[in-house]
Every structure is written in structure tokens, then in C-alpha cells.
């Protein structure tokens, strides 16, 4: 089933909700949710086009290394590091404008004005441009999405009674810096309702249930959920948060010898056509100069709604750069090429998961940056 859209905000995001007033700020944001509909007996990719309220904004006065200096900030010690009892959260940075606009950074430690993040990926934060000593670069501190974030309370899902005989939805996850083509699964989660006696309530990973509790393990901004719904009902999962306000940026990685799957996120919270995630135009999805025997790149999507379990995607695109004739450049299914080119009718639904595949080629990570698609005032 497509995700669909309920945005408290409309589009021109008229309607706005105070921020948080944490660190002696108040600002406003638009809000939304998302709703994703899970057959029953199927897999359901989810992921969250909003995030978690920001409780931070300012502006970069330096970088030195993987540390930034703020202009504004006054930080209390530990307020933005997880301990397990007082603070819960985890935070990252979104980089909010300049040249480095859409990164992303996992906080790692932190001063009364100084953040030390953890690059998201092995781009470092100069060769991403955030190298600011004017004081204009922006940046947003944001808490990551858990588990318990994602399912207040349990909505949504069916908890299991018995750990060791694991039951009712299944949160599964490809393993973060998982390599290949034809990947699965590599983490199960489930939710212990703690009737055992065995264990407390809470999220458990299905392969070592002694590891505890992973309620409030972060979720990177780029991470999606496989959602096994086992019951024989329709399963509804809600997903409510700020809308994006800023490019986003994900990273691309092509391997030297062999082929690559990305799998990634639609990040904003309306659809939009393959023509606007402008793969093509910033250089980072390499066409085809063969109509028939493609060489480049392929986008990957699964079927929508979920027709059962493990999944492989079952559509591919390409975008044929025109080079043979016979038909014009253009993005094209590679099911159906004489149906004419889709760039402008194959859309991607807020939030939904798609294989960006990359044969192999010169080994690179490519930060692809979308424009935010719709204004803000």
C-alpha cells in the first residue's frame, strides 16, 4: 500500500507548531505524519520523510577537524549524550545551508559551544565544504528516530509474549555498511510484552536476546524498516514529526570490483518523480548508453502494495542517454521500453524504500543532495 500523506501543515506549510525551547531557543516548525498500511503475511518497507523536533538551530563560527565551534550555543554537560537514565536520546547535526546543506553528523561529545560529530561516512567534513569561519553555515541538532520513537507505545504493532519463541511483528533492518547486490535482512527485532517473566518489556534483537534492550538504539536518518506483519490483519503504522526544511543528503558507494546495492529513501514527505530526485543531473546515476543491454546505473523498486514476504525488488529503471536512437534520452522501465519514457509519470512515494543499483566501477562514495521541494517561509 503507497504511504500516504496527512501533513498538519499543508504544502506551503501554513500551519506550525512551536519547537522545543531546549538550550534557551524557541522557534517553529511545520509538522506532518505519514501513514504506511501493511498487508497482512507481508513485508512493508517504512521509513520516516519527517524527523524528530529539532532542539537546536545556529550557525558554524569554525571547524577544526570533526569539531564545530557555534555561535549561539551553551550547552549543560552530557545534555546531548545518551547515558540511559536522564537523557535517552541520541542527536545528529543537519547541515541547513551552505555547501555542505544536507549532510548529516552523529554527535559523538560535546562543550558548553562545541559539537565533535562522527562523519556519516568517510567524507570528512572539509571535503564536504563545512569549513565555515564566516558564521554562515547553519546547522540543525536533531534527536535520532529508535525504535520506541517510531512505535510510541507499541502502535501499530503485535508484540510477542515469549522471546525465545519470537512472535508478532518482526522490525528487520539491512545491517548498516552492508555490501553487495541481493541484500537481506541481517537484523530482527521484536517487541517483548514481558508477560514472560523471563525478561523485561522491550526491543529485542531476535539472534541474542542477552545483548537487552535496543529501545533506544539510534536509527540513522537514512535507515528504513522491513515490517513483517505475521497476523492475519492489516497492520497501520503512523510516522509523525517536523517536515524537512533542508536539502537532505545521502551517500552513493560504488565498489572497484563488483556491483553495489544502495539502498535508500524517498526523504520528503510528498511524492516525487524520478525526474525530481535528479539523480541524473547532479552526476551521481550513471545512464546507459545501451537501450538494450544496460551498462549504467538502475533504479530498483519492490512491489507496492507488499504481496508477501522476502521481497525482491520487481521493477527496474534505467535512464538510456540516448546515444543508440531508436528512442529519445530519457529514464525508461526496462520491462517495457517501448512504453515510452517515465521520468515524469514513476513516482516515489514519501518515505519509500528503493535499490539504487551501481555496477562496479571507480571505487567513490557520492553525496547525492536533493533540493527541498517545496517552500518554506
Request: aromatic share 10%; proline share 9%; with cysteine.
Amino acid at each position: 500500500m503507497k504511504p500516504i500523506l496527512f501533513l498538519t501543515a499543508t504544502i506551503c506549510l501554513s500551519a506550525w507548531v512551536e519547537g522545543p525551547a531546549l538550550f534557551g531557543q524557541d522557534f517553529s516548525n511545520p509538522v506532518g505524519f505519514v501513514k504506511f498500511e501493511s498487508p497482512a503475511n507481508t513485508d512493508m518497507r517504512i521509513s520516516a520523510p519527517v524527523h524528530r523536533p529539532s532542539v537546536y538551530r545556529g550557525n558554524v563560527t569554525n571547524v577544526s577537524g570533526n569539531v564545530l565551534t557555534l555561535a549561539t550555543a551553551n550547552f549543560t554537560a552530557g545534555q546531548l549524550i545518551y547515558n540511559g537514565t536522564s537523557q535517552l536520546d541520541h542527536f545528529y547535526v543537519r547541515v541547513a545551508s551552505g555547501t555542505a546543506a544536507g549532510a548529516w553528523y552523529s554527535i559523538t561529545g560535546h562543550t558548553s559551544d562545541t559539537l565533535t560529530v562522527s562523519p556519516a561516512t568517510t567524507l570528512n567534513l572539509s571535503e564536504r565544504g563545512l569549513a565555515a569561519t564566516t558564521g554562515i553555515d547553519e546547522i540543525l541538532i536533531i534527536p535520532h528516530w529508535t525504535l520506541n520513537t517510531i512505535f510510541p507505545d507499541q502502535a501499530g504493532i503485535v508484540t510477542s509474549p515469549d522471546p525465545f519463541a519470537p512472535s508478532g511483528t518482526f522490525a528487520m533492518m539491512i545491517a548498516p555498511g552492508l555490501t553487495g547486490n541481493d541484500l537481506i535482512p541481517t537484523e530482527v527485532y521484536i517487541y517483548h510484552d514481558g508477560s514472560s517473566g523471563l525478561l523485561d518489556a522491550g526491543w529485542y534483537d531476535v539472534a541474542d536476546t542477552s545483548l537487552g534492550t535496543f529501545d533506544n538504539s539510534p536509527l540513522s536518518p537514512d535507515d528504513h524498516l522491513i515490517m513483517r506483519n505475521q497476523s492475519s490483519f492489516m497492520q497501520t503504522h503512523y510516522i509523525s514529526g517536523d517536515v524537512p526544511t533542508t536539502k537532505i543528503t545521502t551517500n552513493l558507494l560504488r565498489l572497484a570490483t563488483t556491483t553495489n546495492d544502495n539502498h535508500v529513501i524517498q526523504p520528503f514527505p510528498i511524492p516525487l518523480t524520478v525526474e525530481q530526485l535528479s539523480l541524473v543531473e547532479n552526476a551521481i546515476f550513471k545512464p546507459s548508453p545501451n537501450l538494450f543491454a544496460p551498462l549504467g546505473d538502475l533504479l530498483l523498486k519492490f512491489p507496492s502494495p507488499p504481496t508477501g514476504i522476502d521481497l525482491a525488488p520487481t521493477r527496474s529503471y534505467m535512464y538510456y542517454d540516448g546515444s543508440m536512437g531508436i528512442l529519445p534520452e530519457g529514464w525508461y522501465d526496462i520491462g517495457n521500453l517501448f512504453g515510452g519514457a517515465v521520468g515524469s509519470t514513476l513516482t516515489l512515494e514519501p518515505g519509500e524504500a528503493f535499490v539504487i543499483r551501481r555496477p562496479d566501477g571507480i571505487a567513490q562514495l557520492d553525496p547525492w543532495t536533493l533540493d527541498l521541494p517545496y517552500p518554506v517561509p
